[in-house]
């Protein structure tokens, strides 16, 4: 009997060695250890034995089953790590990516975005306005003579209605005194502006502007000077030198646009138009007063700053882009350079 | 306005400031200098003493010239314009000619020292028929920077009409610079005239015409004008067309007072200032005859029209050399009435330019006279005993207050008074007791604040200190907005699709590629005075932009797009007022994966893809696509995000695609951003993660091939089965042969999950609960279970 434990013992530890898989290791516990296995049989013979006999064929059965046990332990780990080492086997890191389609916002957006962003931290709140206006919001309350040639036909939107497309986001701040419960007003209006142009690299019928307005008892022009200086330092780097140039616009006094002096590879050194602005004119005010009816924006009591740009002007110095009319194609290849 | 720097010199002295130092004056005055003309370096002036054909080239010769230097040069020229004896502009070696370098050199064998010049190539005009031929009165050697000293081509505000003139700026630069003016600041005229008889000028239109003189010369000599008047002219880019002429175009850029010259023998009685009748034909002096209105006015005599108003003379009333007698016009026209004259009929001269922006007043008449003093010197004649004039010039007499607590207030910065005095006075105005007298060409001054402005200009923001404060502003419903359309944007280009940004004018056509629902029984938005057929329509939604897009990228090679844009919409309300809404349009076309080596031919993008782009925009939403018949798509379904309809989602007619040449399935999509705003905003609100463990039943259900899954996914959210806590499609089977499956029917195979939120589940409770779910499932919908 004993011998028989003594042959089980030694054909499961020669076999053990040499199982190929998984299976064929399930399978050896099986014949072995498994209920009808060939270990289980000759224990199940354990009572044959005369009682004498039966402690030290028991110490022996344990000794052989702890060592089979053993024995297919060993050859799940060595199989295991054969598998895993396998595992690594074909895959090379160096092959190109199984890729997903990549999105972009577009460059308009993102220069928008930054502006807005900047400009939030300075305190200023999103403010907007319809884009088919009306006369009055559009030129009239903006102190623009009956006969300024951007009211014209030839230059300007209109609707059968007497409405146009609004040439200019400034009626936004007409608009937003309009309706203000208090001073002060510190809004900036990022929009839409039509103009009735021939379309080429430089010209479009439409594009973004970023208009801002603050409105109340005392501001000046060193808060226009400050406010405008610290956002375009932000927008081209800390140490862009900018000036305000003398200017006219109807709707402010004084009135000036700024440059901004770029330095980019391969050119020139140079001043760059980049936006207007000015003090509210009194005219604006009184316009706006009139059409309230009461005294919040009077002319004699706030003062105001004004100032509005063309994003995508920005955009395309920000980028280097030489024509508009990219912005509007629209095409896959433009939009997914700018991320 | 072209400004010569030789002629601004007349009136100061110029000399010490160089071309970048005068650009930077003007700028910082607000004046911008949008080019400035001057001649290259290393170009003289050269006497041409000989020339003969090249030995080799039959086109070109070579000249033997004079550059004031002991020796003549040898140069080659291809020019044929020229005489012996004429003299050239000569570019040195050194000399940069555009883009070219002059250099010593051979030109078809021959030694070449330098080239002659044209006009042209010195960027001096468009005139390129020949070598520049210049006065013989130069000394060959005079730098050409003498003969030709540089223009600026200025752009004036429109608030400043006083700078449009020689005089005009020359006296802004004297207030600038401290420069002292070499005449006084205005002219005014000495000759008392008299008032006009009926018979000499009337005014039937004061409107147009408030104030008009006339002076007569007799016996003119009409010739071509002196060199110096000619050259002065020719700088400034005017063609010089005989002495009187060119006096009335010298005094207009002199001293911004347009006037003009008629031939009286030409003129039948007095002149009549009256409006144009309807439809009369004006024949101009720039050879077109041009149909005037009951709005325009004309100078006319007894018979007709000889000059538009401010705007251009008549052809038959001009000074031509066989005039003799002159009558001399000095008038003051209304600016808005010349405006309007001028643009209805598309003249725009140097004259209804400074009219339409205003002249200035109290120097009609010293204009006038400036001019009559030129004609006698340079064409003779006898001047008629004063002017005679009708109506009245507008008064010039304005005087503004400007308080300095006023001035500090909106410049922040004290700007001491003694400084605020200096600076208006150097701009000529007068203080009048507590009050400044504003001189008679500053039409921009009439408000305190006008003067603040002037204050600050000259001053310099530069010199004012930058003050950085800001109150605290709360955000608006709009700085919402713009955050949640960010949100938008921002998943959807994580989610690979690339935002666009349109043109919202579209054309007609585009209009039957619109797929928005919310407004779709409104009329869309047309412009009354389109420019093009392709923007005549505010976009009534975005996907007509979308697929133009998505048309241009597939021709150029891109066929796997994913698009979007957010922005506005519009539509006409039934009262024809604009409804303005924000959108989100999307268009997908291609593979739903770029193709690689893992994955060499991805499927194309389906419904199902949408709608999975759909969830992962609104997550946390159960988004539904409900079908509905639309004509325009050939699958269409409304967007259901929670409880509200949202927008449209389709899959657009193979016939539409394959005209924009887009071969793959187009899916669309169009959301008002308002209403997905609506339901996005509610918060997120926890609830406790379940505790007990869940257990699946698996359940294929047949019905008839044209039963929505929505029928079943509606009777599992509203079944009311306490313990389903979800459902997922795992399976559809269809099979067309009908051999496994009828073909009009299908099968969809779900997996239901069980939970309790109290215990686990025993096996038995699951099944009762899975039996009761389908039992009820079987009566409320035609299918039965596989």
């Not at chain 1, 309230?292 to 100032?307: I, N």
């Not at chain 2, 399976?731 to 009009?744: H, I, M, R």
Request: hydrophobic share 40%; net charge negative.
């Amino acid at each position: 009997m004993l011998e028989d434990l003594d042959q089980i013992h030694r054909s499961a530890l020669a076999e053990a060695t040499s199982i190929p898989d998984e299976t064929a290791l399930e399978e050896f516990r099986v014949r072995y250890l498994g209920k009808k296995g060939s270990l289980t049989a000759a224990a199940a013979r354990m009572k044959d034995l005369a009682p004498a006999d039966r402690p030290l064929f028991g110490q022996k059965l344990n000794e052989v089953r702890a060592a089979i046990t053993a024995a297919l332990e060993d050859r799940s780990s060595a199989l295991m790590a054969a598998k895993d080492a396998q595992a690594a086997q074909g895959i090379d890191p160096t092959l190109p990516a199984r890729p997903l389609h990549r999105g972009s916002l577009h460059p308009l957006s993102q220069v928008l975005d930054r502006a807005v962003d900047t400009l939030r931290r300075m305190g200023f709140a999103l403010a907007e306005g319809p884009e088919v206006e009306t006369e009055w919001h559009c030129f009239d309350a903006l102190n623009t003579p009956p006969d300024h040639p951007a009211r014209k036909e030839s230059d300007t939107y209109y609707f059968p209605n007497g409405k146009l497309l609004r040439t200019h986001t400034s009626s936004v701040q007409i608009r937003t005194m309009e309706s203000a419960s208090s001073v002060p007003v510190r809004i900036i209006a990022p929009g839409t502006a039509f103009r009735r142009d021939e379309i080429d690299e430089t010209h479009s019928i439409s594009f973004t502007q970023l208009e801002g307005l603050y409105v109340d008892r005392d501001v000046s022009l060193a808060d226009l000077k400050g406010t405008l200086e610290a956002f375009f330092q932000v927008i081209f780097g800390a140490g862009t030198e900018i000036r305000f140039r003398p200017h006219f616009f109807p709707f402010t006094e004084p009135s000036f646009e700024i440059d901004v002096k770029l330095r980019t590879v391969g050119r020139a050194e140079r001043w760059v138009e980049i936006a207007g602005c000015g003090l509210v004119d009194p005219a604006v005010f009184a316009a706006v007063t009139k059409c309230r009816k009461d005294d919040l924006f009077h002319p004699d009591l706030v003062t105001g700053f004004a100032f509005g740009m063309g994003v995508d002007r920005l955009a395309m110095i920000q980028y280097g882009i030489p024509d508009l009319r990219l912005f509007n194609e629209n095409d896959v290849r433009f939009l997914r350079q700018f991320v | 306005m072209k400004v010569s720097l030789s002629w601004l010199s007349d009136h100061l002295d110029l000399s010490r400031k160089s071309v970048p130092e005068m650009a930077a004056l003007l700028t910082a005055a607000g004046i911008e200098v949008e080019g400035i003309q001057s001649a290259p370096e290393n170009v003289v002036v050269a006497r041409i003493e000989s020339s003969q054909r090249h030995p080799d080239a039959d086109k070109l010769s070579v000249c033997e010239v004079n550059d004031g230097g002991p020796e003549l040069r040898q140069i080659v020229c291809g020019a044929k314009n020229y005489e012996v004896g004429d003299h050239v502009p000569l570019a040195l070696p050194g000399a940069k000619i555009g883009d070219m370098v002059i250099k010593i050199g051979k030109l078809r064998g021959v030694d070449s020292q330098g080239m002659l010049c044209s006009a042209r190539e010195l960027g001096l005009s468009e005139d390129a028929s020949g070598l520049m031929i210049l006065s013989r009165d130069l000394a060959p050697g005079t730098p050409f920077d003498e003969v030709c000293p540089p223009v600026f081509d200025l752009e004036v505000t429109p608030n400043r009409p006083d700078l449009l003139s020689h005089l005009g700026l020359a006296r802004e630069l004297a207030a600038l610079t401290g420069l002292r003016l070499r005449r006084p600041a205005t002219f005014t005229a000495t000759e008392p005239g008299r008032a006009a008889k009926t018979s000499e000028v009337t005014i039937q239109d004061e409107d147009t015409c408030p104030y008009y003189s006339a002076r007569i010369i007799r016996k003119v000599k009409v010739r071509p004008s002196p060199a110096w008047l000619q050259e002065k002219l020719q700088a400034i880019g005017l063609r010089p067309i005989n002495n009187v002429v060119d006096i009335t175009n010298f005094i207009l850029m002199e001293m911004g007072q347009p006037l003009h010259a008629f031939d009286l023998a030409r003129l039948k009685g007095g002149i009549r200032v009256r409006r144009a009748t309807a439809g009369e034909e004006f024949p101009a002096l720039d050879g077109q005859t041009y149909r005037l209105t009951d709005q325009d006015c004309v100078i006319a005599d007894s018979k007709s029209a000889l000059a538009l108003a401010g705007v251009m003379g008549g052809e038959p009333s001009g000074v031509t050399a066989a005039t003799t007698d002159i009558l001399l016009e000095a008038a003051y026209f209304d600016p808005s009435q010349i405006r309007r004259t001028s643009h209805r009929h598309g003249i725009h001269t140097d004259s209804s330019y400074r009219f339409e922006r205003g002249v200035d007043p109290a120097q009609v008449t010293a204009a006038s006279q400036a001019a009559v003093h030129l004609i006698l010197e340079l064409a003779g004649g006898k001047v008629e005993a004063g002017p005679v004039w009708a109506g009245e010039l507008p008064s010039s007499d304005v005087t503004v207050s400007l308080d300095n607590a006023y001035c500090r207030r909106l410049i922040g910065y004290p700007i001491a008074p003694a400084e605020i005095t200096r600076i208006l006075k150097a701009l000529g105005l007068r203080k009048e007791g507590a009050k400044w007298r504003i001189p008679s060409y500053r039409l921009d001054l009439r408000r305190p604040v006008d003067l603040v402005e002037e204050v600050a200009r000259v001053h310099g923001l530069e010199r004012i200190p930058a003050r950085v404060a800001a109150p605290f502003v709360p955000p608006s419903r709009a700085d919402q907005e713009y955050d949640f359309r960010r949100i938008l944007r921002s998943r959807l280009s994580h989610l690979g699709f690339q935002e666009c940004q349109t043109i919202k004018l579209i054309s007609e056509a585009q209009l039957a590629h619109d797929v928005a629902t919310q407004h779709r029984n409104l009329a869309p938005l047309r412009v009354k005075n389109p420019m093009t057929e392709p923007h005549t329509f505010l976009r009534p939604g975005l996907v007509p932009s979308l697929l133009r897009i998505a048309e241009h990228n597939v021709r150029m090679g891109t066929t796997d797009l994913r698009l979007f844009e957010i922005g506005t919409v519009f539509a006409a309300s039934p009262k024809g007022q604009a409804i303005e809404l924000q959108h989100l349009g999307l268009v997908a076309t291609g593979r739903l994966e770029p193709a690689s080596w893992r994955a060499p031919k991805p499927e194309l993008i389906d419904f199902a893809s949408l709608r999975g782009l759909l969830e992962q925009l609104c997550p946390g939403c159960a988004v539904d696509l409900l079908p509905i018949d639309d004509p325009r798509l050939l699958v269409a379904a409304e967007i259901k995000i929670g409880e509200s309809k949202v927008g449209l989602a389709g899959l657009l007619h193979p016939a539409t695609a394959r005209c924009l040449d887009l071969l793959h399935p187009v899916l669309v999509a169009e959301l008002a951003i308002k209403k997905v705003m609506g339901v996005l905003e509610t918060k997120s609100v926890f609830a406790p993660l379940p505790r007990f463990p869940a257990i699946t039943r698996d359940v294929a259900i047949e019905a008839a091939s044209n039963l929505p899954c929505q029928a079943v996914t509606d009777f599992f959210r509203s079944c009311g089965e306490p313990l389903l806590e979800s459902f997922q499609l795992f399976d559809l089977f269809v099979d067309p042969s009908g051999t496994k499956l009828a073909a009009d029917r299908k099968s969809l195979a779900w997996t239901l999950t069980y939970r309790s939120s109290n215990e686990t589940l025993a096996t038995a409770q699951v099944d009762e609960a899975h039996r009761r779910l389908l039992d009820r499932l079987k009566s409320a919908l035609p299918v039965t279970f596989r």
